[in-house]
């Protein structure tokens, strides 16, 4: 068995516990340490987490040479940098999506990347979620026919509070569609077909109560298959049982239903006299543990990891155009 890859996180915050969780279910092929500008903060998640060393500082664990990579799970206006130095200190790196809000940042990190020759991974653990992974199975094996037309709906009321770092469009690199909806563009655009054109709708946002961010986006799209789509992202808006929201995929033989957290699969098609109910998978549903083994085998093997920059360069080429064209 290879040694456990030794992983520090430079943050503790809200999403640094979420991978920590799912990281206890790797046993010990990932051993985490946790740093914090708070000491005793990055001490509490150690304990937490079963991690095995704590620091006072980002600094700190970025030049421990017993750390072979670190977890950017910081807010995403301190990716640039901390990933930056991170890959001069020959250092892998996990950045949390969205990784960096401009196409010349992927670039700048791009180039650090090889010349350090070491690992970038962006942390799109919706790629690796067990929906994603059915989605793109039956596309490939044709249980639809050819794709026609496809409805990706996440829409739920869900407010951030008034001190929460998202509500500051420089700390967090946009508005709700940038911060969040990014995860469903990349799924949208990883099922098979490519998307080659793309055009955002914004409404114009509310700016009253505790959320003052633009909160809903509409991006209508087009295949390089002539298969066409829309992704309707709110997070101001009610949705059924407060988060229950159906996706749909249409072929020219049948239609592909979906719970789009990923609960379900729904498969009916030319030669199904009744639809075919699936149930992706429950054990790592969000998708971290797949996404950690591949960082973890992309590190050892040398090969890109399936979520690399030049995946993630793609989804921001996207991000930009419907930016550009949403309010126009």
């Not at 990347?113 to 994603?132: C, F, I, M, Q, W």
């Not at 050819?146 to 500051?168: C, I, P, Q, Y």
């Not at 909806?181 to 946002?205: K, Q």
């Amino acid at each position: 068995m290879p040694a456990a890859l030794h992983v520090a996180f430079l943050g503790c915050g809200f999403i640094a516990g979420v991978h920590g969780g799912h990281l206890r279910r790797l046993g010990e092929e990932i051993v985490p340490s946790y740093a914090s500008r708070d000491r005793d903060r990055a001490e509490a998640y150690r304990v937490r987490y079963a991690g095995v060393r704590s620091y006072g500082d980002y600094r700190a664990a970025i030049e421990d040479p017993g750390v072979d990579a670190v977890v950017v799970a910081v807010p995403p206006r301190f990716h640039l940098d901390l990933t930056l130095r991170a890959l001069a200190a020959g250092k892998h790196v996990l950045v949390e999506k969205p990784a960096f809000p401009r196409m010349t940042d992927f670039e700048r990190v791009r180039d650090a990347r090889d010349r350090a020759g070491r690992v970038v991974l962006v942390g799109e653990n919706d790629h690796y979620k067990p929906l994603a992974v059915r989605l793109r199975r039956l596309l490939a094996e044709g249980a639809i026919g050819e794709l026609v037309l496809a409805h990706f709906t996440t829409l739920v009321r869900k407010f951030k509070s008034a001190g929460d770092w998202r509500n500051d469009e420089a700390m967090a690199g946009g508005d709700a569609f940038f911060e969040e909806g990014i995860h469903w563009l990349h799924i949208a655009n990883s099922l098979g077909p490519a998307i080659t054109a793309i055009h955002g709708y914004r409404p114009p946002p509310a700016r009253n109560g505790s959320d003052v961010r633009a909160k809903t986006m509409l991006a209508a799209f087009r295949y390089d298959n002539g298969a066409v789509g829309s992704l309707h992202y709110s997070r101001e808006v009610p949705s059924l049982l407060r988060g229950v929201r159906l996706s749909k995929l249409f072929g020219r033989d049948g239609i592909i239903t979906f719970e789009s957290n990923g609960g379900f699969v729904l498969v009916r098609g030319r030669e199904r006299a009744w639809p075919d109910v699936l149930f992706p998978g429950f054990r790592d549903i969000r998708g971290y543990q797949a996404m950690y083994r591949d960082f973890a085998r992309s590190i050892r093997t040398g090969n890109s990891p399936e979520m690399s920059l030049e995946t993630a360069m793609t989804d921001q080429r996207l991000m930009e155009r419907i930016y550009a064209t949403a309010d126009g």
